[in-house]
């Protein structure tokens, strides 16, 4: 598989509770599964040259909203992962990167992922960004913060502002627009999901739980984007005779 075409692939990694509800078990046991399919994915995409791939892992709504117990063993299995994927990380050339309030996570997995973050900082292969305590519209919210800031101060002007100084102040400045959207477990929605970032990705759902997403469901949604022809507003050149 040869992923080094695309920029961007992103992943709302969806369905971990109703696989496992569906076995007849808690559904932190599909959450545990779910860290098996981010290691083989993340793999996978690496050894396939992909330059960008961005997980969502857990969104601002999840960390308010799921019980406690839930949000507790996310954070452990987070903490576990950033450790013991190390060596997998550093073996592909994978730069560690996260989007999100991570300031609100608990000091211990923050200090984690921060070593994490650092020990791949010189790779230079695929750059993995976990979106953490992510929301597309927090997102906006912080860089039209940031935005307001350096205009009162004085460092930005008024008329300077414009997509390319807000896209400046997202959290990952670098990040480049999504080509391909995944979400696995069948739902049709974007669940506050890189909201700037999408504007013209192709969408791919499955039906697939995410503890069940391997290789085959990579390909085919791989297969069904190179079909796809994109427009981004215009025409394509067979149109405009
Ligand atoms: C996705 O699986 C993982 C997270 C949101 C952390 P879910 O936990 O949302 O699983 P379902 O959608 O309830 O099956
Ligand atoms: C989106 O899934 C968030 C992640 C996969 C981390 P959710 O399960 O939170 O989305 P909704 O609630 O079904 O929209
Ligand atoms: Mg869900």
Redesign the pocket.
Known sequence: MDLSDLRHLAII???????A?SRGWR?TR??RA?VDSVRNCVTECARAGLPWLTLY???TE?YRARPATEVRT?MALLRRFMIDERPTLMENRVRLETAGRLDELPDKVVRTIRETEAMTAGNSGMTLCLALNYGGRSELADAAKEIARSVKSGKLDLEAVDEAALAARLYQPKMPDVDLLIRT?GEVRISNFLLWQVSYAEIWVTET??PDFRKPQLEAAVTAFRRRSRRFGGLLPEETK
């Open positions: 990694m969806d369905g971990n509770g109703r696989w509800k559904r599909g959450h779910g892992a857990l969104s999840n996310l477990a739980c995410w």
